[in-house]
Nanobody, 121 residues
Framework: QVQLVESGGGLVQAGGSLRLSCVAS????????MGWYRQVTGKEREGVAC????????YYVDFVKGRFTISSDNAKNTVFLQMNRLSPEDTGVYYC??????????????WGQGTQVTVSS
């Protein structure tokens, strides 16, 4: 089994930045791909960005392209999400997960507990 713990969320003003971290533990050798997801108020959970932790390939959904960057540090079993130029519409709970589905729409593996991101106007 894989356990995931997110951190780095908080309150930031519009235009600001946050860096989220997701630390994996347990059966980490089974992890090939990971993703970041979010659930904003009034909407279903949606994919944000995904990464192949072996080859470093990345995928971003359209609304974060050019603003968010996903990366991984395999030595620390950690995946990051650097979020820049945040807007109030980015407010929500951000989750990391393993085994993303096609186009990072959802994930089939383990999920973290989430970290709250709040962007004030």
């Amino acid at each position: 089994q894989v356990q995931l713990v997110e951190s780095g969320g908080g309150l930031v003003q519009a235009g600001g930045s946050l860096r989220l971290s997701c630390v994996a533990s347990g059966s980490i050798s089974s992890i090939n791909t990971m993703g970041w997801y979010r659930q904003v108020t009034g909407k279903e959970r949606e994919g944000v960005a995904c990464i192949g932790v072996i080859d470093g390939s990345t995928y971003y959904v359209d609304f974060v392209k050019g603003r968010f960057t996903i990366s991984s540090d395999n030595a620390k079993n950690t995946v990051f999400l650097q979020m820049n130029r945040l807007s109030p519409e980015d407010t929500g709970v951000y989750y990391c997960a393993t085994e993303p589905s096609s186009l990072c729409a959802t994930a089939r593996g383990a999920w973290g507990q989430g970290t709250q991101v709040t962007v004030s106007s």
